[in-house]
């Protein structure tokens, strides 16, 4: 059997952190060489072949490309979720069968520009040959459980101290956004030092526009109905998410749509809905919408469906309000129910 390859795979859709997680990865196996020698990146436009059709060929050649003046060489192949089959990948698979030992391959499975579909995992032929050569897939993306101990653990590498009322401003401020951590972390430090335990005053200038929200913190606002927390909630989502309007009433009309479809069905709970709905996976956004229509009652389920129909029409141009106000005013309609 041939020896365990050298091989990092990521996979992730935030470009700030899977290019800082890559670009460890990159100085740990490169360690003492050259990077003019060792060194070899491809990314998107290298796979693209002379009949225009994409080959993940071109990365098998250069990971199979013995080194010259160093002792080994790094190949990063960036921009592989094109490569979503196992067909397409059969010259990797056939590759890992027979490693070269002095190739480190790094893999990355991330968009490139020119890929206009939704970014898929890993091929399961490829996922199945990952778990017998005993190789992890680090995946980048920081998830909403994940985000504080992601922020703490960056703080503590730029060495920067903050009070309690700073690092809660801090998390609150960049919601979603916790990549943005590694910009502003550098610009306090560079003012500040890292000596100091800073408090919000000596933090506030640096945090610029507050960062993005997921879409569930905007339905979860409306349903307490706190008017002011629900339009702050859109205004971060479009400022700091760079949401279009039509994308957030995507959004509540998908939440609006399930409490509709459960007024009055005969289900048993969160289960029985989620099948009646079509709804694979999690069960708890089915959860909050029965919950949140047996609040309301059907007349205020159904004046909901009123209100988001009309800002639809709205949106797609039959008045000369701005979008943003079209939908504040529906967030607050939404909100007062």
């Not at 009949?51 to 790094?74: E, K």
């Not at 279009?244 to 459960?262: E, F, G, K, Q």
């Amino acid at each position: 059997m041939a020896d365990a390859p050298r091989l990092s795979v990521f996979s992730g859709t935030d470009p700030v952190l899977l290019d800082q997680a890559v670009r460890e990865a990159i100085k740990t196996a490169l360690a003492d060489q050259p990077v003019d020698f060792a060194l070899a990146e491809l990314t998107e436009p290298n796979y693209l072949l002379d009949d225009q059709q994409y080959s993940i060929a071109p990365l098998v050649d250069a990971a199979q490309t013995p080194p010259m003046l160093t002792d080994r060489r790094v190949v990063v192949g960036r921009h592989l979720a094109r490569f979503s089959t196992g067909d397409s990948v059969e010259p990797l698979l056939g590759y890992l069968a027979d490693p070269l030992d002095t190739t480190h391959l790094i893999l990355v499975w991330s968009r490139g520009p020119a890929l206009n579909k939704r970014t898929a995992g890993l091929p399961k032929k490829l996922n199945e040959r990952l778990k017998e050569l005993k190789v992890p897939v680090t995946k980048t993306d920081v998830g909403n459980k994940e985000s504080g101990a992601f922020l703490d653990a960056e703080l503590a590498k730029l060495g920067l101290k903050l009070d309690r009322s700073a690092r809660r401003m801090l998390g609150e401020h960049l919601g979603d956004d916790v990549n943005r951590i590694l910009a502003i972390g550098r610009a306090i430090v560079g003012a500040h030092g890292t000596e100091a335990t800073l408090g919000v005053d000596q933090i506030s200038p640096y945090l610029g526009g507050a960062g993005d929200v997921p879409p569930w913190e905007l339905t979860d606002t409306i349903a307490s109905g706190d008017i002011p927390a629900a339009l702050r909630t859109c205004r971060r989502m479009m400022h700091g998410g760079e949401r279009h309007p039509l994308a957030i009433l995507a959004t509540l009309t998908t939440h609006y749509s399930r409490m509709a479809s459960l007024d009055g069905a005969a289900v048993g709970g969160e289960k029985d809905a989620a099948a009646l709905l079509g709804v694979r996976g999690s069960t708890y956004p089915v959860k909050k919408a029965m919950q949140q229509a047996r609040k309301m009652g059907p007349d205020n389920v159904k004046r909901a469906w009123g209100f988001i129909a009309a800002a639809d029409l709205e949106l797609r141009g039959t008045t000369a309000v701005e979008p943003e106000q079209t939908l504040e005013v529906l967030i607050a309609r939404l909100s007062r129910l």
